[in-house]
């Protein structure tokens, strides 16, 4: 059984950085798709970031673009999203999803990806 576990989320100031790591366990699969979502309250869950491990192929969301990075350390089985020049709208739940099938990779769509972490919660005071 595939299982994202999500760490590294916390309080911090606008301006400031935080690293999420992802650590999948059960996970036999060489190639695969991963990606970070967010989910403020009252909001629609959001794809911030994806890249297909084969690859390198990225995408990453305008509006985190050029503050979000995702990358992967293989020999660990994690994923991480480096947040830098974080600002309050950046508060939200964030989760690691993981596809080992489909249609498009790299993807923000909720419905590509089957595995999903617990979330951890990232707030930024202004």
């Known amino acids: 059984q595939v299982q994202p576990v999500e760490s590294g989320g916390g309080s911090v100031q606008a301006g400031g950085s935080l690293r999420l790591s992802c650590e999948v366990s059960?996970?036999?699969?060489?190639?695969?798709?991963m990606a970070w979502f967010r989910q403020a309250p009252g909001k629609e869950r959001e794809g911030v970031a994806s890249?297909?491990?084969?690859?390198?192929?990225?995408y990453i969301s305008d509006s985190v673009k050029g503050r979000f990075t995702i990358s992967q350390d293989n020999r660990k089985n994690t994923m991480y999203l480096q947040m830098n020049s974080l600002k309050p709208e950046d508060t939200a739940m964030y989760y690691c999803?993981?596809?080992?099938?489909?249609?498009?990779?790299?993807?923000?769509?909720?419905?590509?990806?089957?595995?999903w972490g617990q979330g951890t919660q990232v707030t930024v005071s202004s």
């Open positions: 890249r297909h491990t084969g690859t390198g192929n990225t």
């Open positions: 059960g996970n036999t699969y060489s190639r695969y798709c």
């Open positions: 999803a993981i596809a080992h099938a489909w249609t498009y990779c790299p993807s923000a769509r909720v419905q590509e990806y089957q595995y």
